[in-house]
């Protein structure tokens, strides 16, 4: 049987196509934490005890904020910190806020243009954020763009996500403030159960951290 070349190479050319999705989909791409944290007096865990409440009063109380919240409760049980239950019957006040952004739309073109194969922009298209959503302004340009063979003259569209973490604490007899710290990541995922626990794990990466410092911390992939 005789093929047309132009139809046998769209042909191979779908299917390799369909292969870079499965491929893509059993090996998920970790997304990346930025992490800022900044201290100043943070007492040693010795003698020292926390309760975890609600930066966000809407949170408080709820089921979901119960879960994420022992999740932070256990980072510093580990740091060697004692865990109450009564706010004031702690000497450290623990404050933690969560969220994630309604999504943004991104549409790529794979197409090679004259600037050469990684497009005018050097990797095929940029897209940019400014992230000011549940729980204040993250600020900062986030840029990221890559070139897909597999994709030539094809337009793809996708949303990601950024979702961010909020912990701040304070010295309980007198409210002063002795670390505070965020987690942000930009993903495709949406699912709160999924993006709180491992920016809670990027938060505590090298607690307290230095002060003034921004670092980026790897992710894991989430599992389908």
Known sequence: MTYHSGSQLGRLRMAAAALLLVALAACATPFKADVSRFTTQL???TGQSFAVV???????GGLEFNQYASLVRDRMVKL???AVDDPA??????RFDYGVDNGRERVRSTNIGPAGPWGPWGYG???GRSWGGWGGSWGGPWR???YDPFFDNSIQSYTIYTSGIGLKIDRAVDGQRLFEGKAEAVSTSNRLQYLVPNLIEAMFTNFPGNSGETVRITVAPENK
Do not use: C, R
């Open 144 to 146: 990221y763009g890559w």
């Open 80 to 82: 060697g910190y004692t």
């Open 54 to 60: 609600a930066d966000d009063p809407k949170l408080s």
């Open 125 to 127: 298209g940029f897209y």
């Open 89 to 94: 019957q702690a000497t450290l006040i623990v």
């Open 43 to 45: 007492p040693a865990p």
